[in-house]
Structures are given as C-alpha cells and as structure tokens.
C-alpha cells in the first residue's frame, strides 16, 4: 500500500526536499504551499503525479482542514504529517513589534496546531501515523535577534513531546527535528562564508540532509521512536 504524507511548505528549501524524497520512496505527496504557485507548479511537472499541491495558509484553521479534507477524500488515510512550513525574522527584541510576534507565533506554532488538530482524528481512527515537526536549534539553545523565533521553536519543541505520550498507545510517533544552518533562502541575507564558522563541521546543511531524516522518521524503521528531538546540524 502506498503511504500518503502531507508536507507543508513544500515549494522551496527544505519542504522541496522532503518532498522529492517522499516521492522517490513510493508515497503519495500532498505538497502545501501558500505564496509560490509558479515555484510549487515546477515541482509538480518534476516529480509527477504522485505529486498534489494545495495551496493553504498553515496559520488558518479552515484552510488546512480543506486540505486535510481533500486528503481524506482521495486517499482515504493520512500516514505521515511534516510540519514543515516556517517563517524567520531578524529583529532585535526591542523592535519585534506586537504584530511580528503574532504573525511569527500564528504561523511556526499555531500552524502546527492546526494541521495536527485537523488530521488527528483520522490518524487515532487508523490506530498509524508519524507527526515530524520541523523546529530548529534555536528553539532548544535561543538565537540572539529571533527571540519570537525560538520561542515559536521551542513551543514545537513542547508540543512534540507532550502530544508524543499522549498518542504512543494509539500508535502514532510524534517527533521533532532540530535542524542547524541549512542553505536555503531562509538564510540568504547571511554571508555563507561567516555561517560556516559557526558550525563545528564548517559546512552548511543541505535540504537533503534534513529530508533524509524526515524519511526516516516516517519510515516503520523508527516506530519505537517518539517525543525526541533529532538535532541535525553539523555538530553545532
Ligand atoms: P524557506 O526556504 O524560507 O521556505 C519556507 C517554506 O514555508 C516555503 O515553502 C513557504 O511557502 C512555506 N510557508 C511559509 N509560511 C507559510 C504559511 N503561512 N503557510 C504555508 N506555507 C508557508 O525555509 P526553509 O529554510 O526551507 O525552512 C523550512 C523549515 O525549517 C522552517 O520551519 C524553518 O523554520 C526550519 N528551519 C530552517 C533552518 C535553516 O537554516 N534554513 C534552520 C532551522 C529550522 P511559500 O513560499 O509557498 O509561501
């Protein structure tokens, strides 16, 4: 039987990725994006038609539980959640503004409410399913000018291990990634050169480098793996 994922923020960087390797290891793919259409419909003409874009704001209830619903509808089943759609801002605190910090919080914490409220009730039905939560290394050790940020990660971070023993006995692992510095645009206003001195291996993180633990979170290699926090990050 082929395994159905859902990923959201899967029209660039790291999403891409783990879609790409969803794909590549026989699932059907529900690619969630909310502003790059032209991005997400290039990624659909690559990896085919296993491949489904819904388009959706992670931080509106109602939108994601539309593409739950449609995931429902056409497969009948939800086997793997990747709460992967993100948000970052360099502010100091003094100028985060009341706005920033809820759009930050809204989307990076409440999103992973939302798509996790909205597929739950089918994955305890199926008595199966994998939450992997994308958070960061900020959200374990804080970033200096990302206070809003880290304290969105770190909320991943808690609800991770609390939804994970709450749902171990309905068969269902909930972890989290943590990942270091990883070249995508999130980071492209930094200098590659100075972040490389930041990290102990003096390499950046690829997309890929997170997908392929995603994957193996997914996978039923990892079913006696819940409520952890995988930190993928160099070294750092
Ligand atoms: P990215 O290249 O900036 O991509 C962000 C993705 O999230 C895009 O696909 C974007 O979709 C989607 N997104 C943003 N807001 C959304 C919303 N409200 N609803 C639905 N989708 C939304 O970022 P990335 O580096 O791949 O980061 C992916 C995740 O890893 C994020 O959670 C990030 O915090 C985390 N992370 C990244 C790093 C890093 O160094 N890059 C490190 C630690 C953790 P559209 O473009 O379609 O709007």
Not at 149 to 174: D, H, P, R, W
Request: proline share 2%.
């Amino acid at each position: 039987m082929e395994k159905v994922a859902i990923v959201t923020g899967g029209s660039r960087g790291i999403g891409e990725s783990i879609c790409e390797e969803f794909i590549n290891n026989g699932y059907k793919v529900i690619l969630n994006y909310r502003n790059s259409y032209e991005k997400a419909i290039k990624i659909k003409e690559k990896l085919g038609e296993n491949l489904f874009l819904i388009k959706a704001d992670v931080g509106n209830l109602e939108e994601v539980k539309v593409m739950a619903d449609f995931c429902i509808n056409q497969f009948g089943r939800i086997d793997v959640l990747v709460n992967n759609a993100g948000i970052s801002q360099i502010k100091p605190f003094a100028d985060i503004t009341e706005e920033d910090w809820d759009e930050m919080i809204r989307v990076n914490l409440k999103g992973v409410y939302n798509t996790t409220k909205a597929v739950i009730d089918l994955m305890i039905h199926q008595k199966y399913g994998k939450i992997i939560n994308i958070s960061s290394i900020w959200g374990e050790v804080g970033a200096s000018c990302e206070v809003h940020y880290s304290t969105a990660k770190a909320g991943v971070i808690g609800f991770t291990k609390a939804l994970a023993k709450e749902l171990a006995l309905s068969n269902i692992q909930v972890n989290c990634i943590a990942p270091g510095i990883i070249d995508t645009d999130m980071n492209a206003e930094f200098n590659k050169e100075e972040l490389k001195k930041e990290v102990p291996s003096e390499k950046l993180g690829t997309p890929k480098d997170i997908a392929k633990a995603v994957l193996f979170l997914a996978s039923d290699d990892a079913n006696y793996i819940t409520g952890q926090v995988l930190g993928v990050n160099g070294g750092m």
